[in-house]
Nanobody
Framework: QVQLVQSGGGLAQAGGSLRLSCAAS????????IGWARQAPGKGIEWVSG????????YYADSVKGRFTASRDNAKNTVYLQMNSLKPEDTALYYC?????????????????WGQGTQVTVSS
């Protein structure tokens, strides 16, 4: 069955860095885009990044552009989200999500399976 197992995250100070990992199994990883979404306390889901199946194209929400970088290693079935220059407003539960196809969409309707989530907390 499809599984997305997340690791990384934790606590960082403002201006610091963290890296999230998402290890996938149960499907042909190299055929599907992966997205990253987050949910801050009391707020809705925000789609922050996505990476196409071959890693050649990515997108970022304006809120993280220039600070976050998505990458993937298809040989390891793993996607990464490098988060630099962290801000307190980046505090949220982060999810990796499998796309429905090879192109990274920008809406929740374009994704199906979700990772378990990993907490990122940024202190000021």
């Amino acid at each position: 069955q499809v599984q997305l197992v997340q690791s990384g995250g934790g606590l960082a100070q403002a201006g610091g860095s963290l890296r999230l990992s998402c290890a996938a199994s149960g499907f042909t990883f190299s055929n599907f885009a992966i997205g990253w979404a987050r949910q801050a306390p009391g707020k809705g889901i925000e789609w922050v990044s996505g990476i196409d199946s071959d890693g050649t194209d990515t997108y970022y929400a304006d809120s993280v552009k220039g600070r976050f970088t998505a990458s993937r290693d298809n040989a390891k079935n793993t996607v990464y989200l490098q988060m630099n220059s962290l801000k307190p407003e980046d505090t949220a539960l982060y999810y990796c999500v499998k796309g429905l196809g090879p192109i990274a969409g920008r809406g929740g309707y374009e994704y199906d399976y979700w990772g378990q989530g990993t907490q990122v907390t940024v202190s000021s």
